[in-house]
């Protein structure tokens, strides 16, 4: 049972350019989280899905970035018009349920911008 | 709201010493509490686990937490340090219901250093 897979693993992108970020959760699971993780800074919750629907965004900040999980395919982040301050490493983890069950997370994305 | 303080962003120990990593949690809900491993590079591992069972809980590779809740407090320890026991330490809490489903909250980290 593979586990959390995330690509890419590095991303290099220039100021102004789009950043896809791509997360497949673990088989079975239907929740998936996505997380930042920033220099000198813990990691800080983002969005979290369920197939189809955006369960709770109120991490995500309210310009540029977007995030979908279809009913078939990989959960995206999409990071639109990037900016330095977007480097960072972007962890997606994903769950059986919610609550009592833990999250397994995937290797991240770390994304540099220049 | 939920939040999650480590005390200390750095702990150093010998090899042999006893690890103690403190976290402390504010929670207007009974919380679930998880303790996660991350090595330079990689993603975050599951060391433990409490969801309102046994307070003390057992993880892998020799570690232990226990839950009390009138310190609120839930403090990750080991009897003696491994040299690959150096990483990155994060403490979560979560809880199901309410608004914030089944996200974590995660502390500011602490860096474990082994020395020899």
């Known amino acids: 049972n593979a586990g959390v897979m995330q690509n890419p693993r590095h991303l290099v992108r220039r100021r102004g350019q789009e950043a896809r970020l791509r997360c497949s959760p673990m088989k079975g699971h239907s929740h998936v989280y996505w997380y930042r993780q920033l220099p000198e800074e813990g990691l800080k919750f983002m969005v979290y899905l369920q197939k189809e629907n955006i369960i709770d965004e109120s991490g995500m900040p309210k310009e540029r970035f977007s995030a979908e999980f279809p009913k078939e395919g990989p959960s995206i982040l999409r990071i639109q018009q990037v900016v330095r301050g977007d480097s960072a490493a972007y962890f997606c983890a994903s769950s059986l349920q919610t609550g009592r069950a833990e999250a397994f997370f995937g290797q991240g994305t770390r994304l540099t911008v220049v | 709201a939920q939040s999650v303080t480590q005390l200390g962003s750095h702990v150093s120990v010998s090899e042999g010493a006893l690890v103690l990593l403190r976290c402390n949690y504010s929670?207007?809900?009974?919380?679930?509490l998880f303790w996660y491993v991350q090595y330079p590079n990689q993603g975050l591992q599951l060391l433990l686990k409490y969801t309102s069972a046994a307070t003390l809980v057992k993880g892998i590779n020799g570690f232990e937490a226990e839950f009390k809740k009138s310190e609120t407090s839930f403090h990750l320890t080991k009897p003696s340090a491994h040299m690959s026991d150096a990483a990155e330490y994060f403490c979560?809490?979560?809880?199901?219901?309410?608004?914030?489903?089944?996200?974590?909250?995660f502390g500011q980290g602490t860096i474990l250093t082994v020395h020899p």
């Open positions: 929670s207007s809900v009974p919380p679930y």
């Open positions: 979560a809490v979560s809880f199901a219901g309410g608004t914030s489903y089944g996200k974590l909250t």
